[in-house]
């Protein structure tokens, strides 16, 4: 199955990001921290993470530019689940090696739609 590490610091969208993603069919590996994010992606190699920009410690630029600097996670597609709108915070989630972005609240399907740009799936019915 196809794994969807996601990197957020609060529970509650941690655990509802989680339950999204398995719902769609893929395994969540969760962290919520940053640099625990950047250890588990290196360890689990996920197929698609899905990174907090604000958190404490690290934050998600940081964690996007480690990601990808590890020659293992550097073609790892990196989607910024972020609060931040503003053009240019967005273009420096960009910048940072993020390959998109997704601002927060969305929903269900908003998720589900820039998940599947880059896990394509196809359901057994």
Not at 38 to 57: C, F, N, R, T, W
Not at 70 to 98: H, M, N, W, Y
Request: proline share 6%; glycine share 6%; aromatic share 4%.
């Amino acid at each position: 199955m196809k794994k969807v590490l996601i990197i957020e610091d609060h529970p509650d969208m941690l655990e509802l990001l989680g339950r999204q993603i398995e719902l769609m069919g893929f395994v969540p590996i969760i962290a919520n921290l940053g640099a625990e994010g950047v250890a588990k992606a290196l360890s689990e190699i996920p197929d698609l993470i899905m990174l907090d920009i604000m958190m404490p410690g690290m934050d998600g630029r940081e964690v996007a530019k480690q990601i990808r600097n590890a020659p293992a996670l550097k073609d790892v597609p990196i989607v910024a689940a972020t609060a931040l709108f503003r053009d240019s915070d967005l273009k420096q989630c960009i910048e940072a090696g993020c390959s998109s972005y997704i601002v927060k609240p969305f929903t269900f399907r908003q998720l589900e739609r820039t998940v599947r740009q880059y896990i394509p799936t196809t359901r057994a019915s």
